[in-house]
């Protein structure tokens, strides 16, 4: 049976809700505790980073949980909700820290409600992904669907990086303390209202009952599954290499672009990647997907990313003025990007088909696991990487204004300073891309023709 277009639309708007919770997060947060309460960008890395290390253990136990789940609402649905309740929750407490907390109060605080937003996502992460392949065939409709959600995915996560400085200006004036605090629970709320849909309406279809693996069986099905750790350190290296860039993106417009209404070109600057990015999952996958296999887009989109921060890189070195030249390198990496998202979702749900017949058990929980701790791994390292790099070139609100006070932080900025932020934002990636490609060449053998043998051998 088909798909139903509510069932879609009902998928799709928790993909909405779920990225702009997760995109508030990774390219907020650092901003939030660094920049506006002035924790210590070095400190702040180490909590990520440390963050990111523990959930190595916590998001495979959650993917057992998941799959040892059995209820009338099935395995995935009961975790979807009760980690969305309880991630709204707390991703309000983590963008709400107590104004009398300071120092090593603060450094605790971000510690504590980071680590504890990271265990709650991924109870809502892992489910939400893992019912791809629950409730969707092999081949088109799988990758349909997929697209969907990444494409909605997108455009929650498009919502964030292009409104939040506005709303949060707009909401607090000055006071970037209280403009964060109140924008965070509206998008809680939505959160929450989103996945309530996709709860109510999306059934899984086609699980297949086995027994729940152990911890022990657990890394040992991941391990033997070759092909979904190929996807998983692709992802880690391409997430790594764009999530850096995002992190410092609002540093590069603030400190360098400058200007006293520095977020307004920074909000148009997303706003065309948005777009963009959106437009490559929706209208250029489609169409490459017509001449091409998934794995030679790979290396298409991968090319591009790097030819984008190429140019990037080579700008860098003349009066950037004028947000409008940023687009031609923002193009290739926006776009890029968008579809290097939805095709990293379809290797990995065709991974687990793999697995089942390598393995002879069907681990949808334990394989998407790994996506969710890989994206936050990558996160970590690359918000870690951001971290260093505002150390070393002293790029800090707090050094250079009083609080709350309007002016041109980039006249403060040394120039050595700018070159330093803007090398990171683009030599980074392209050694991150470049081995995705040499690795991804070597070991990943789930061409279309050996997906489709598969889901023969698999029927019969």
């Known amino acids: ?50 963050a990111r290390i ?24 009961p975790w979807l909700m009760i980690g969305t309740i309880t991630n709204a929750v707390i991703l309000v407490l983590m963008f709400s820290a107590p104004p009398k907390l300071d120092g090593k ?19 809502m992460d892992i489910p939400y992904w893992s019912m791809i392949p629950a409730f969707t065939k092999s081949g088109k409709e799988r990758e349909g669907l997929t697209t969907l959600a990444r494409s909605c995915a997108s455009v929650g996560s498009a919502l964030i990086i292009v409104f939040t400085m506005q709303i949060v200006h707009a909401i607090g004036g000055n006071n970037e303390r209280m403009g964060f605090m109140w924008f965070t629970v509206i998008v809680a709320v939505l959160f929450v209202v989103f996945i309530a849909a996709t709860c109510f ?13 152990s911890v022990g069986q657990m890394f040992k099905a991941l391990v033997s599954n070759d092909q979904a750790m190929v996807v998983v350190i692709a992802i880690v290296l391409i997430n790594t290499s764009i999530y850096v860039t ?30 963009i990015q959106i437009l490559a999952m929706m209208v250029a996958y489609p ?37 409008y030249v940023l687009f031609i390198p923002g193009f290739f990496i926006f776009a890029a990007n968008g579809v290097l998202q939805v095709l990293t979702t379809i290797f990995l749900a065709n991974t687990v088909d793999y697995g089942e017949l390598k393995n002879g058990r069907r681990d949808e929980s334990v394989i998407f696991s790994m996506q969710t701790f890989v994206v936050k791994l990558a996160s970590g390292i690359a918000v870690f990487a951001a971290s260093i790099c505002l150390s070393l070139n002293h790029l800090s609100s707090e050094e250079t204004t009083e609080a709350e006070q309007v002016i041109d932080f980039a006249k403060d900025v040394s120039n050595s300073a700018k070159m330093g932020l803007r ?14 490609i040499v690795v991804f060449a070597k070991k990943f053998i789930l061409t279309e023709e050996k997906v489709q043998e598969i889901t023969e051998q698999l029927k019969k």
């Not at 993106?249 to 070109?265: H, Q």
Request: hydrophobic share 50%.
């Open 287 to 323: 169409l490459l997907r017509k001449k091409f296999s998934n794995v030679k887009i790979f290396y298409i989109t991968l090319a591009s990313a790097i030819i984008g921060y190429v140019v990037l890189f080579a700008i860098a070195f003349i009066n950037m003025s004028n947000v």
């Open 246 to 275: 995002s992190n410092l993106v609002i540093y590069f417009f603030k400190y360098d672009f400058g200007g006293t209404d520095w977020y307004n070109s920074y909000t148009l600057f997303n706003m065309f990647g948005g777009a």
């Open 201 to 213: 309406t999306v059934k899984e279809k086609s699980t297949v009952n086995v027994e729940s693996p």
């Open 54 to 77: 523990f959930d190595a253990f916590n998001d495979p136990i959650m993917g057992v949980i998941v799959a040892k789940t059995n209820t009338k609402w099935g395995k995935f649905r």
């Open 1 to 50: 049976m088909r798909l139903s277009m509510k069932e879609k639309v009902s998928y799709g708007l928790g993909a909405v809700g779920k990225d702009m919770v997760y995109m508030l997060s990774a390219s907020y947060v650092l901003y939030y505790f660094q920049d506006v309460l002035g924790v210590s960008a070095f400190a702040m890395g180490v909590i990520l980073l440390a």
């Open 105 to 123: 109060g603060l450094v605790a605080y971000a510690a504590v409600t980071y680590i504890l937003w990271g265990v709650t996502y991924t109870m």
């Open 423 to 436: 090398m990171t934002m683009t030599i980074l990636p392209v050694i991150g891309l470049f081995i995705a």
